[in-house]
Every structure is written in C-alpha cells, then in structure tokens.
C-alpha cells in the first residue's frame, strides 16, 4: 500500500531553469516530510525536509513547498544545474516513538546543458 | 569519517544459496534499517534496529532475517535467495527520535543478483 505518490517518474528540464517535483500524501498523522538525493551508485542523501506548522522552507536553491489541506507538497529547484541531475525521493514519517521513513516512487531529473 | 559502509558492493547467488550482507556505522548512532530499492518502487524497509541485540520487521520482511549483536554492525541474512530478491539494498543509521527530523544516513548499496 503505497502512502505517498510521487510525480513526475522523469523529468528533462533545461539549464538554469525550474524543476518542480511532486508528492501527495494520504495519512493526516505524518508530521516530517523530508526530500533525499540519490546520485548514479550511490546511497540517498538528506537534501531538505519540513514539517506540517509551515507552509514553506527555503535551502538555497532548494525549497519545498507543504499544503497541508491538500496533504500534497513538493520541491522546487530554482536555476537548475547540470550537477542536480540525480534521482529525488520525497518522503513521510510520523513521530510516533520510531520514525519508519514511507519514500515515494522517485523521479529521474536530468538537466540538459 | 567512513559513515555507513555496505559490504559486499556486488554479489551473484543462484536460486537456493544463502548470504549475509554487512553493514557498518561509525556515526553512534542508536537506529539502523535495511531497506530494498526496486525500480519503480522506490525504497521499502525490511528490518530495522532501534538498538543493540534489538530488530523489528518493516515493510517487506519475508525472506529475511536481521541481527544486530554490536551497536555498530547491523546484519542483512537470506537464508534461501529466491530471483524476487534481486535489488540494490541499502542500509541506514540515525539517532533515534529523542532528536525528531534526524536524518537517515545510508551506505552506497549492495546490488545483489539471484539467478
């Protein structure tokens, strides 16, 4: 039973531009949302998270946007680069004494020079 | 500063053979997980660890057993490889959630072939 559907699989976006990649959540007690980074061969990598009490999170040019009446959010990556091609999970978790990570599907980010 | 580290890296089994995949952690950290990474499916947890000589099944714990006898060390065991264990795994650590939000650190993955 998958919790947290992630969209787009792929995405082909081109230097400089904005990539945008979305997540949809169904169970209201989730209450961390965090996005990791996978690079070809190697493990996912913390890149930025948020939780529910704001609407908005800002890491350089990384920001996750969270609505929380859509149970939906997603990660905007401003001016995008050749090196943030990679694979991007986006990811639920409640803190209920073990927080057990739900991931999403991933999508595939290649941006073209 | 190793982090997690996975070994094997690669392996090729048959349909029937058994192994043990290691991971270790330098990082002190309380909680370790295994995880399967599948195309199309993202990552689903098998088993994991919130501390010494303790495990739990997760999401996908059929045809596997775990144990974790030193902090550190957190073992991934198939018994009898079947070819629906083909995958990449990969093995995780964090603080336990005393610190929320902790993030999860993981190993570069073992990409096992069942034949």
């Known amino acids: 039973q998958q919790q947290v559907k992630q969209s787009p699989q792929s995405l082909i976006v081109q230097k400089g531009g904005i990539s945008i990649i979305n997540c949809a959540y169904e169970?209201?007690?989730?209450?961390?949302f965090p996005w990791y980074q996978q690079f070809p061969g190697k493990g996912p990598a913390l890149l930025i998270a948020?939780?529910?009490?704001?609407s908005e999170k800002k890491e350089g040019r990384f920001t996750i946007s969270f609505n929380k009446s859509a149970k939906q959010f997603s990660l905007h990556i401003m001016d995008s680069q050749p090196g943030d091609s990679a694979t991007y999970f986006c990811?639920?978790?409640?803190?209920?004494?073990?927080?057990?990570?739900?991931f999403g599907t991933g999508t595939r980010l290649l941006v073209s020079p | 500063n190793a982090g997690v580290t996975q070994t094997p890296k690669f392996r090729v089994l048959k349909t029937g053979q058994s192994m043990t995949l290691l991971c270790a952690q330098d990082?002190?950290?309380?909680?370790m997980y295994w995880y399967r990474q599948d195309p199309g499916m993202g990552l689903r947890l098998i088993h994991y660890?919130?501390?010494?000589?303790?495990?739990a099944k997760g999401e996908v714990p059929d045809g596997y057993n775990v144990s974790r006898l030193k902090k550190q060390n957190f073992l991934l065991g198939l018994e009898s490889a079947a070819p629906s264990q083909t995958s990449v795994y990969f093995c995780?650590?964090?603080?336990?959630?005393?610190?929320?939000?902790?993030?999860?650190?993981f190993g570069d993955g073992t990409r096992l072939s069942i034949l």
């Open positions: 995780a650590s964090s603080y336990s959630t005393g610190r929320r939000g902790q993030p999860q650190h």
């Open positions: 169970n209201t007690a989730f209450d961390y």
């Open positions: 948020i939780r529910p009490d704001v």
């Open positions: 990811a639920a978790s409640m803190n209920t004494g073990f927080q057990k990570l739900v």
């Open positions: 990082m002190n950290h309380e909680y």
């Open positions: 660890s919130v501390g010494e000589g303790t495990t």
